[in-house]
């Protein structure tokens, strides 16, 4: 009797943790529905001497407090090349200590990306979500990382200028 109570018990658990996680998926689903927002613009981003494709990227906006950059990976790149990419894109702001921690947070919800990924980047508020093929993979709720995160492509000193235009929708 003993071990049916606790198979029992155990059934209820794991079917809880699956309602939780399919939930937990609708809403992450629900957020990042693209047809809620406006797409502002997009760029092919290369990379290295032989400017390699390595994803697509694009910038939406839902209303004026909410951002979405989302990269469409075209090729693998492991996590270790996209935090050399991060401390790039972050060079202009690491002498700022107070934006330290959140440099730190991005390089810590940083996943290895396959061709194919979705990695999208949204910013409500002072509020940031990253989501990875639309599951989410990290949250934050701190001020500096909502000021960062898309700095490498739309921030005053973007990584390429070019790019930035693009994501702009002024190119």
Known sequence: ????????????????????????????????DRESFSLV?????????FDLDVYQARHFTRNSNETLVELTYLRDVPRYLSLKGWDKGFEHIESD?????????????????KEGDRFAMLVKGSATS??????????????????????????????????????????
Do not use: C
């Open 130 to 171: 990253l989501y990875l093929n639309n599951l989410l993979v990290g949250d934050s709720n701190s001020p500096s990382v909502a000021r960062i995160i898309h700095s490498p492509w739309i921030g005053d000193e973007a990584l390429d200028l070019k790019i930035r235009a693009q994501l702009l929708g002024k190119e």
């Open 1 to 32: 009797m003993v071990t049916k109570v606790k198979k029992a018990g155990l059934l209820v658990r794991a079917l809880a943790a699956l309602f939780v996680l399919i939930t937990s998926a609708e809403v992450a689903s629900a957020e990042l």
């Open 97 to 113: 200590p107070d934006l330290k921690l959140a440099m730190e947070w991005v390089r810590s919800n940083t996943p290895d990306l």
């Open 41 to 49: 613009g997009e760029a092919l981003v290369e990379v290295g001497p």
